[in-house]
């Protein structure tokens, strides 16, 4: 399964941005599929998942800002990221749950 990620720029603390990942595959409706981002100098760390079914799981630091939803017939998962703050400043990357591969991600930054 490829990806591709996109929807990420420059805001300002407090703003939203939504995310989107568009997969290469129709098997992508199969896979568990989360996001995960890198800050600079830090490793990659997990922000939220969704199984097939549509059930979500958040990492505490996002928990009731951000949200993530697909749609299997499209191929597409997003995350929609509220109440944005400097500390969110990464490059964030999709992923399907037992697939090595990343895509290029996409890069945001949060000005204070």
């Known amino acids: 399964v490829q990806l591709v990620e996109s929807g990420g720029g420059l805001v300002q603390a407090g703003d939203s941005l939504t995310l989107s990942c568009v997969a290469s595959?129709?098997?992508?409706?199969?896979?568990?599929m989360a996001w995960f981002r890198q800050a600079p100098g830090k490793q990659r760390e997990l922000v939220a998942s969704i199984i097939h079914t549509g059930r979500a799981n958040y990492q505490d630091f996002v928990k009731g800002r951000f949200i993530i939803t697909r749609d299997n017939a499209k191929n597409m998962v997003w995350l929609q990221m509220n109440d944005l703050q400097p500390e969110d400043t990464a490059v964030y990357y999709c992923?399907?749950?037992?697939?090595?591969?990343w895509g290029q991600g996409t890069q945001v930054t949060v000005s204070s």
């Open positions: 992923k399907a749950a037992g697939i090595d591969y």
């Open positions: 595959e129709r098997t992508f409706r199969m896979y568990a």
